[in-house]
Nanobody, 123 residues
Framework: DVQLQASGGGLVQAGGSLRLSCVAS????????IGWFRQVPGKEREGVSV????????YYIDSVKGRFTISSDNAKNTVYLQMNSLKPEDTALYYC????????????????WGQGTLVTVLQ
């Protein structure tokens, strides 16, 4: 069975840090890009950052550049999102997803989704 297991969310003060993890199983990790999306109630899910596992290239939306870092440990089939200098507007349910081809930041391109992990940043 395909699984994407996200974890690492929590409650943090503005300016603080969290590290999210996404453990993948049930598919060939190297064939995919793994991304993080986030969603706030009442808003559309937004692509935040993606890593192409095969070549290590990384992508970020402008609002997180310089603060978030995506990385992978291919031996563990795990992708991390290190989030520093967190802001209240980063509060959301964060999901990891896997895409084989297509637009990395488009929901409809994703082949697999994990469950969300909640990040809450206090003022």
């Amino acid at each position: 069975d395909v699984q994407l297991q996200a974890s690492g969310g929590g409650l943090v003060q503005a300016g603080g840090s969290l590290r999210l993890s996404c453990v993948a199983s049930g598919f060939t990790f190297d064939d995919y890009a793994i991304g993080w999306f986030r969603q706030v109630p009442g808003k559309e899910r937004e692509g935040v950052s993606v890593i192409n596992i095969s070549d290590g290239s990384t992508y970020y939306i402008d609002s997180v550049k310089g603060r978030f870092t995506i990385s992978s440990d291919n031996a563990k089939n795990t992708v991390y999102l290190q989030m520093n200098s967190l802001k209240p507007e980063d509060t959301a349910l964060y999901y990891c997803a896997a895409v084989k081809r297509g637009n990395y930041f488009r929901e409809s391109s994703m082949n697999y989704w994990g469950q969300g992990t909640l990040v809450t940043v206090l003022q």
